[in-house]
């Protein structure tokens, strides 16, 4: 491969009009265009889709994007083709084209056009689609949202499961780029054990977040007014309190409007245009606060959520990162409170208690970990990057004074009890 580095900033500016790589990227694009499988797991927001993206456009060949979301594709298609002179140079292939598309999809593959060429998993699984591909020139084979290879991941998917044996049908050699903001040591396992990648290089960034603040409070009878008098000392600020269920959603957003603060609610249960309408309040600040069930926040990128309280306890420290990661985006101070009481933990199991034994035993596990996180008298944030498989220096570390246990100490608290006793 004849691309130096002068190459990779020319095209990176080219392309994205970015003068710099964000963290590993430069190291993630130059290992791609060396033909070598890669693994690459970076929270949300990290720049991953550029690591595929810049070498597919500097290279011969058409790069496959498997991706779980037709809308996610869309995006990306939709932005590519804005930075190229040529519409044909991304694609998306899915069952919701007319003959006449496919056939302009081809015809753009093989005469090395597209430079990306978006699927989803079960479409990629068609024979029709693996006799044509069989014949065209491919790049590389990138597995985005991996994590939807693994049981343990959040979001399962079993056609991931089938693109190990599709890509070897594809071509010999062809090389292997899995993509995820999943950080948990066994979904990694997982991964590189289904697409058969045990030689891939990998690259992990960190998932410390360092202007994150973690607390976790006993959740009482009267934990509606401990939140509101957390919301009144900060107020002015923009705020998201999850809650478990959709009643307790309405409820709480009801108790916050009687009581003075600027509160919508947003579930699943509201109709579409409620839902938007709720969710541009809280963008634009005419509210403070969204009080939401977990379907709020995909794709949400308002930087200064300067809040992220959970009213009931989430059911994996997976879930938990990714909701408080919503906090702080734009690097000033967020403040993560959870309420927790064990008898959430038993409502869902007893929720949990109607699905297969497996999904059983592996959501079981996933919430004992989450007690444990509620329940530590350690650094919370060496807790969780823990769990993420990652080593933290809770007397050094990049915020390492920012949780409840590190500023005050447990045994200290219980010592001065004694004493007041
Ligand atoms: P991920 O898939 O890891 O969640 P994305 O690929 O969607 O992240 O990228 C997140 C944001 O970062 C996008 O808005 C993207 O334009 C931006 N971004 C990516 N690489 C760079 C870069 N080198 N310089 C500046 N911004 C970047
Ligand atoms: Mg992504």
Redesign the pocket.
């Known amino acids: 491969m004849g691309i130096n580095e002068i190459d990779l900033h020319a095209s990176l500016k080219k392309y994205f009009g970015?003068s710099?790589?964000?963290g590993l990227?430069e190291n993630v694009v130059k290992n791609i265009v060396q033909g070598k499988n890669t693994f690459v797991i970076?929270p949300?927001?990290?720049?991953?889709?550029?690591c595929y993206q810049l070498p597919a456009l500097m290279q011969e060949g058409t790069a496959i994007v498997v991706s779980p979301l037709i809308a996610l594709m869309k995006n990306q298609v939709d932005a590519i083709r804005d930075v190229s002179s040529e519409i044909g140079v991304a694609h998306v292939l899915n069952s919701s084209l007319t003959k006449t598309e496919i056939k302009q999809v081809k015809n753009d593959v093989s005469s090395g056009v597209t430079k990306l060429l978006y699927v989803a998993p079960e479409s990629l699984t068609k024979e029709e689609y693996v006799d044509f591909l069989q014949g065209e020139k491919i790049s590389f084979v990138a597995v985005d949202e991996a994590h939807c290879i693994s049981e343990w991941g959040h979001d399962f998917r079993p056609e991931y499961r089938n693109l190990k044996s599709i890509v070897g049908r594809l071509g010999d050699n062809i090389p292997l780029i899995a993509l995820t903001?999943t950080a948990t040591p066994k979904v990694q396992e997982d991964i590189i054990k289904n697409l058969g990648i045990t030689d891939a290089k990998v690259f992990k960034a960190s998932f410390n977040r360092p202007n994150l603040y973690y607390e976790v409070r006993p959740k009482t009878q009267n934990v509606d007014g401990d939140i509101i008098r957390f919301i009144k000392q900060n107020s002015g600020k923009s705020g998201i309190i999850y809650c478990l269920s959709r009643k307790r959603v309405e409820e709480l957003a009801q108790v916050l409007q009687v009581n003075g603060v600027s509160a919508v609610p947003y579930h699943a249960g509201l109709d579409g245009k409620t839902r938007s309408k709720h969710q541009d309040m809280f963008l634009m600040e005419d509210v403070d606060v969204v009080v939401a069930t977990i379907a709020f926040g995909m794709g949400i990128d308002k930087p200064d959520v300067r809040f992220v309280i959970h009213h009931d306890i989430p059911k994996s420290i997976e879930s938990y990162y990714q909701e408080t990661g919503r906090a702080g985006r734009d690097g000033g101070e967020g403040h993560c409170l959870a309420f927790y009481s064990y008898k959430d933990v038993e409502k869902l199991e007893k929720f949990m208690s109607g699905k297969p034994v497996a999904e059983q035993e592996i959501g079981n596990a996933l919430l004992q970990e989450i007690v444990g996180y509620a329940e530590t008298s350690m650094s919370r944030r060496k807790f969780i990057l823990h769990y993420f498989g990652e080593e933290f220096d809770e007397i050094n570390g990049d915020g390492a004074d920012m949780d409840d246990n590190t500023r005050n100490p447990k045994e200290k608290q219980e010592a001065k009890d004694d004493v007041v006793k």
């Open positions: 970015f710099q790589f964000k990227q970076m949300t927001g990290g720049g991953k889709s550029l903001a």
